[in-house]
């Protein structure tokens, strides 16, 4: 969705955005408290002091009035504000006129209407219709040069006036102008104002201080990401609020723990390694007194399958932490040279002629995963077919045979360790299980993947894919 995709993902952007609703939410209430206030505000000094006016005309006129006690104007009556008002030039002066005084291209202020309305019906005139409109006040009216100075100067500076026409059944109507304040529009660009210092005030500091909680945090997840056992990378900086310090720290001390475990564990499978293969030596040694041939023999392949499966688990427990660095190599070299120790061995292994390839890897662990993968074709299918291709975006390194190919339930299952499709153990149809799990270990060390896939016409297809770099 676009309000997803427009939704920031960083920390300072999100509370920022936080910040700038709450700040948003917060200016609309004020906008609609203040706007209230001024609807008050200017009942009082426009509204009630017309409705006054109209009464007084209404009673001048024969109409029966009856006021409330207790309505505006006639409290307004009896303090004697009508006349200060006039004076002070908030109100104008009331006219009879037969006819709906009003044009009728203005448009109608509902809202004023109803307050006027309720005035008068508590000012205990009975009256039809009430029309009010606000229109702007054109500053060249003759009205203007012909009323007091001070007053037309008050009428150009507000705008607009306030038309009113009161019908009195039976009569005629009442027709009223007064000043009417726009008090809306200063009201919203003053709000505006507000809003945008507000923003500039607490955004400004909210953005620094979601930046400097982000950036340690950005700079933990890299070193995190990026952690290798054993690189000697520098610890992550502590720096930014306590509590991201904290953090900070505590990952720093936990990479020195899980480096320390696995220098253990290193040393661990060194002396595992070399206790096993003192007896194993011990043991070659002690079968050259064998008599028979076959017996001899079969002890020897014995233990050179004991060295193989043990060569086999301390490699693949020590792939986290290679020795080898990584090294720009010709990847169309290494897959000959691998081709050629089985030739070599009068294996039926070819290679197609490709063209240089220039990889960043570590070329003995590569060149391990490809031997194994051979090692498997040869195994199940005899005869062997490598490939190279390339294309903008990956390299893929292909081992074909045509041997009876692996159920497709468990093309994926051959990739645990010690796991073997022949399950008798039989020393002529497999090995310990470890080929395909190790080679899958180096692939995805060198960032790529590896797969299996029955070719048509039966076989199987190893398929390794490497990124470009």
């Keep these: 969705m676009l309000i997803t995709r427009l939704f920031p993902?960083?920390?300072?952007?999100?509370?920022?955005?936080?910040?700038?609703?709450?700040?948003?939410?917060?200016?609309?209430?004020?906008?609609?408290?203040?706007?209230?206030?001024?609807?008050?505000?200017?009942?009082?000094?426009?509204?009630?002091?017309?409705?006054?006016?109209?009464?007084?005309?209404?009673?001048?006129?024969?109409?029966?009035?009856?006021?409330?006690?207790?309505?505006?104007?006639?409290?307004?009556?009896?303090?004697?504000?009508?006349?200060?008002?006039?004076?002070?030039?908030?109100?104008?002066?009331?006219?009879?006129?037969?006819?709906?005084?009003?044009?009728?291209?203005?448009?109608?202020?509902?809202?004023?209407?109803?307050?006027?309305?309720?005035?008068?019906?508590?000012g205990g005139v009975q009256v039809g219709q009430v029309i009010a409109v606000i229109r702007p006040i054109d500053a060249n009216r003759p009205l203007l040069k012909r009323m007091d100075p001070a007053r037309a100067d008050r009428l150009r500076r507000l705008g607009a006036e306030l038309m009113v026409g009161v019908e009195l059944p039976g009569k005629g109507w009442l027709s009223l102008s007064s000043a009417w304040p726009r008090t809306e529009r200063a009201l919203i660009w003053q709000l505006l104002a507000q809003t945008l210092i507000l923003y500039i005030v607490v955004l400004v500091p909210v953005l620094w201080a979601g930046h400097r909680i982000a950036r340690p945090l950005r700079k933990l997840a890299t070193a995190a990401r990026d952690f290798h056992p054993g690189d000697d990378a520098d610890p992550v900086e502590e720096a930014g609020p306590s509590d991201v310090r904290a953090v900070i720290a505590a990952y720093n001390s936990l990479s020195t723990r899980v480096t320390a475990m696995l220098d253990e564990k290193d040393r661990m499978l060194g002396a595992i390694g070399h206790d096993l293969r003192t007896p194993l030596a011990a043991l070659r040694v002690r079968i050259e007194s064998v008599e028979d041939d076959e017996d001899r023999a079969r002890m020897a392949?014995?233990?050179?399958?004991?060295?193989?499966?043990?060569?086999?688990?301390?490699?693949?427990?020590?792939?986290?932490?290679?020795?080898?660095?990584?090294?720009?190599?010709?990847?169309?070299?290494?897959?000959?040279?691998?081709?050629?120790?089985?030739?070599?061995?009068?294996?039926?292994?070819?290679?197609?002629?490709?063209?240089?390839?220039?990889?960043?890897?570590?070329?003995?662990?590569?060149?391990?995963?490809?031997?194994?993968?051979?090692?498997?074709?040869?195994?199940?299918?005899?005869?062997?077919?490598?490939?190279?291709?390339?294309?903008?975006?990956?390299?893929?390194?292909?081992?074909?045979?045509?041997?009876?190919?692996?159920?497709p339930e468990k093309l994926e299952k051959v990739f645990d360790p010690f796991t073997r499709l022949e399950e008798s153990r039989n020393r002529e149809t497999g090995g310990a299980g470890l080929g395909l799990a190790l080679a899958r270990a180096i692939v995805r060390d060198a960032s790529g993947e590896i797969s299996l896939a029955n070719r048509d016409g039966g076989g199987l297809v190893a398929t390794i894919t490497l990124p470009r770099s």
């Design 301 to 407: 392949d014995t233990i050179d399958e004991m060295n193989h499966t043990l060569d086999d688990i301390l490699s693949l427990a020590r792939l986290g932490r290679p020795s080898e660095p990584p090294t720009d190599v010709d990847l169309s070299a290494l897959i000959d040279a691998v081709v050629e120790d089985f030739r070599d061995l009068d294996q039926d292994v070819t290679f197609e002629e490709a063209p240089r390839l220039r990889m960043h890897l570590r070329p003995s662990l590569m060149r391990r995963a490809v031997r194994n993968l051979i090692e498997n074709a040869i195994k199940y299918g005899g005869a062997t077919e490598v490939r190279l291709r390339s294309d903008d975006r990956s390299v893929r390194i292909e081992v074909c045979d045509r041997g009876p190919g692996i159920p």
């Design 9 to 122: 993902r960083s920390l300072p952007g999100q509370i920022a955005l936080l910040v700038a609703v709450a700040l948003f939410v917060a200016q609309a209430i004020n906008f609609g408290l203040l706007v209230r206030e001024r609807q008050n505000a200017r009942f009082a000094q426009v509204i009630v002091p017309s409705v006054t006016r109209l009464i007084d005309a209404a009673e001048r006129l024969g109409t029966p009035v009856n006021p409330r006690p207790d309505s505006p104007a006639a409290m307004d009556r009896r303090e004697g504000r009508d006349g200060r008002d006039r004076r002070q030039g908030r109100g104008g002066r009331v006219e009879f006129v037969p006819a709906n005084p009003i044009p009728a291209e203005l448009s109608r202020r509902p809202d004023i209407e109803r307050d006027l309305r309720r005035g008068l019906t508590d």
